[in-house]
């Protein structure tokens, strides 16, 4: 599965006034490749990954997705920043309500998302409801659903925004294991410049207002992707670079009337 | 060492506390029941004794020595049965027709723009309205008997169903909508699966309000026009002044009033096993 966008524009009417979210974004994301979308807030991050999900329709252009397998699965699953899981749903039916949806039978499904559960170490609270579980907790359920849903391509919107700093390290691990178990192409929305070039093999740097893409990085990764940051020294450059591209944007933003 | 002391006495005065709290957990009974206890019967025996010393006319306020036997009696002469059963039947009548189509359309309200924008001013203008102001319409329309009665009983129970359920509807997460939609659910699924368990929590305090107002009515309706019911008997007791049965009646209607709604919070605690703390 690969997805190609062309000259994606978005605009969103409020009252009688457009307000471009997106303009001219053109990029690939090539077959299991982790790309990791960079900007300031309000760049229209969410968006993207709402039109590539097919949440949302295109104002201008179109997206490509070629390899599609067609065997009737979603070809994308959305990870939501929080509040992605029902909460009248225990553990266990959350993670795998997308085999639901596809009319797998009720034992396949448990036994499915059992196997997944166990993955990220929740096996005790699969019938536990989401408010009995920490924010951590929630986000790894998250997480285990979109894999169980097997769809190949993952969309992750902050998913680690709201978590304390152990926490967002040990998941990006877990998230990184699973990913290089299963090989999905992963597109992964963030505001932290850290966790960009940690996770991605590219990360695309957007520009607000409207949202563009200013520069598309490749980060050189080693055979251990999963070292501390600080272990990484050109990770670290890489970095400040994009900061000091961010820091640009942030800047025109803030000077910009609203 | 000031600080250590302070905080030595605060853990005694707490282990006394909870002595103090285990004493009165006696039958396994709440210890704020107790007090609860203390208020409703403190008052009936100064009422029983001041009636039986004739401080207070036992015409208006006969000793509740007295309303506890002749409940006693009513009851097995079966009069009491037969008036609070005919009462609940109204109010379960009236509220499976008023209560289950405020839900039906609530659902739709709740899902479809036009649909609430076209019947909201209707129901703005038809829900204050007091609706046993509507009985003598009604029975226009309905004749007398039975029918009129349920119906006005419907009426109430209508709008504060349909309230609840467009509101429950409303406030699901627009979120828990887009992540059915992206794992690919159809509308019967989004249905069943967000729609309902999402708005479920509101449509159960609607019931609960519905049912409340159901027996109101059902009441106020049979104070009105009605040979049997409790508000029936309350007026025929008031009229040939047997005061006692008056008062039987009446705490008969405020026990339903009670058992509604201890059973819709059972029942609640039992559906929405996701809630914690209820929302009512």
């Known amino acids: ?258 | 060492m000031a600080y250590l002391e302070d905080t030595r006495r605060r853990g005694t005065e707490k282990l006394t506390n909870a002595q103090l709290k285990e004493t009165l957990y006696l039958f396994g009974i709440k210890p704020e029941w107790w007090i609860t206890a203390l208020i409703i019967i403190a008052p009936l025996m100064i009422w029983e004794f001041l009636a039986r010393t004739d401080r207070i006319s036992s015409l208006f306020f006969p000793a509740p020595s007295v309303i506890l036997l002749t409940s006693i009696q009513l009851i097995t002469d079966g009069k009491l049965t037969i008036h609070a059963g005919v009462t609940l039947w109204r109010v379960f009548i009236g509220f499976c027709l008023g209560g289950i189509s405020g839900l039906i359309l609530g659902m739709a309200m709740g899902w479809s723009r036009s649909l609430r924008i076209i019947v909201d001013p209707l129901i703005a203008a038809a829900h204050p309205v007091p609706k046993i102001a509507m009985l003598p319409l009604i029975m226009i329309l309905f004749g007398i008997g039975e029918s009129p009665k349920i119906v006005v009983i419907a009426v109430t129970t209508f709008f504060p169903m349909l309230i609840n359920t467009v509101t429950g509807v409303r406030q699901i997460n627009p979120i828990h909508f887009e992540v059915a939609k992206n794992y690919g659910a159809g509308l019967n699924k989004i249905f069943t699966r967000v729609i309902i368990p999402g708005s479920l929590p509101l449509v159960l305090t609607g019931a609960r309000l519905a049912l409340n107002m159901g027996l109101l009515l059902a009441i106020a309706v049979e104070l009105v026009s009605a040979q049997e019911g409790l508000g029936a008997m309350i007026w025929l007791a008031w009229q040939t002044l047997r005061t006692e049965e008056l008062y039987v009646a009446l705490f008969v209607t405020a026990a339903l009033g009670v058992i509604f709604n201890f059973l819709l919070q059972r029942m609640t605690l039992y559906l929405i096993p996701w809630q914690t703390e209820q929302k009512i």
């Not at chain 1, 991050?45 to 699965?73: C, H, M, W, Y």
């Not at chain 1, 009319?103 to 699969?126: M, N, Q």
């Not at chain 1, 990085?217 to 070292?227: E, M, S, T, V, Y």
Request: net charge negative; aromatic share 6%; hydrophobic share 40%.
């Open chain 1, 1 to 258: 599965m690969r997805i190609e966008c062309q000259h994606l524009a978005k605009l969103f009417r409020t009252g009688d006034r457009n307000i471009p979210a997106l303009e001219d974004l053109t990029f690939c994301v090539e077959e299991r490749e982790f790309v990791c979308i960079v900007g300031p807030s309000g760049c229209g991050k969410t968006t993207l990954l709402k039109i590539v999900a097919g949440l949302l329709e295109p104002s201008a252009g179109r997206i490509l997705f070629s390899g599609d397998s067609n065997d009737g699965q979603p070809r994308s699953a959305l990870v939501f920043q929080e509040h992605g899981l029902f909460p009248w749903m225990n553990v266990i039916d959350n993670v795998a309500f997308g085999l639901e949806m596809r009319g797998t039978p009720a034992k396949e499904r448990r036994d499915r998302a059992r196997v997944f559960i166990e993955k990220i170490g929740l096996a005790s609270f699969a019938k536990n409801y989401p408010h009995e579980l920490s924010m951590g907790m929630r986000q790894r359920v998250g997480i285990a659903r979109a894999f169980v849903a097997n769809s190949q391509i993952l969309l992750m919107d902050e998913p680690f925004g709201s978590l304390d700093a152990q926490t967002k390290r040990v998941l990006r691990q877990e998230l990184l294991r699973i990913w290089e178990e299963h090989q999905k192409l992963v597109l992964f929305v963030t505001h932290d410049i850290e966790e960009a070039v940690l996770l991605g093999d590219r990360v695309l740097v957007m520009s607000g207002h409207p949202g563009r893409i200013r520069e598309e990085i490749a980060i050189p990764k080693g055979p251990l992707r999963d070292l501390p940051f600080e272990d990484q020294p050109e990770l670290m450059e890489i970095k400040w670079h994009i900061w000091k591209i961010l820091e640009e944007e942030v800047l025109k933003s803030l000077q910009m009337p609203s």
